[in-house]
């Protein structure tokens, strides 16, 4: 059976669903301008995998002791006033016409689940695979539960969902702008990358692989 994965940040939407759940946090008071002040740097160690247990909780202390209520509600207020203006035209119509074809789609995202679930639910994806926060008793930790979906990690995730719904990797078609994603790009049958960063685009040339430009939104 044809599978189709797709990454969230930058692929589906213009922008990346964490900025937008900050954003809503910010604007809801429960976070401050002064808690963000290093989240360039945070960020900029999440996108290349660095964040990782007690360096998680050291870099996003604004995360810890928030119910998981609230971070629900401020992933999908993020998402109704911000991400829902962010996606793709054409993401959205080549959605919509693989379901309209019946087809397996799957979200895949090193993204926190919090704020990519309202972006699946408009969807009406159902098979979504993220990174996810630690909860004890009701609260944030502040640590991540498990290893990010992030780079080998998300390949790993990916292949072990495949095998639990006897899915084969080359029948699968996956959808990345980050080269971030190339241990997953590398294995399924059909590679497809979508505004590509550098280093992603100058691989895609090399391995022949269809390039996508999504613009409108």
């Not at 999908?76 to 962010?86: E, M, R, S, V």
């Not at 944030?140 to 790993?156: H, N, P």
């Not at 495949?162 to 059909?190: Q, T, W």
Request: proline residues 2%; aromatic residues 14%; charged residues 30%.
């Amino acid at each position: 059976m044809e599978t189709y994965i797709f990454d969230i940040d930058h692929t589906l939407l213009k922008g990346a669903t964490g900025v937008y759940f900050i954003k809503e946090g910010l604007k809801r008071k429960y976070f401050s301008i002064f808690q963000m002040v290093k989240l360039p740097i945070v960020i900029f160690k999440y996108r290349m995998g660095f964040l990782k247990g007690s360096i998680v909780e050291k870099e996003l202390p604004f995360m810890k002791g928030l119910t998981r209520d609230v971070v629900e509600e401020l992933g999908k207020g993020g998402f109704d006033h911000y991400g829902i203006n962010a996606i793709f035209k054409e993401a959205e119509q080549l959605i919509r016409e693989l379901q309209s074809q019946s087809k397996r789609i799957v979200f895949a995202t090193s993204s926190f689940d919090y704020s990519v679930k309202p972006v699946a639910e408009y969807f009406g994806i159902k098979d979504v695979m993220a990174s996810s926060f630690e909860f004890k008793d009701g609260s944030c930790t502040g640590y991540i539960q498990g290893r990010t979906a992030f780079g080998d990690s998300k390949k790993e995730k990916v292949t072990k969902y495949l095998i639990d719904n006897n899915l084969k990797a080359e029948d699968c078609y996956f959808y990345s702008d980050s080269h971030h994603d190339l241990p997953l790009l590398e294995i399924v049958g059909k590679a497809i990358v979508v505004n590509p960063d550098r280093k992603l685009k100058i691989k895609a040339k090399k391995q022949n692989w269809e390039v996508l430009h999504f613009k409108e939104t």
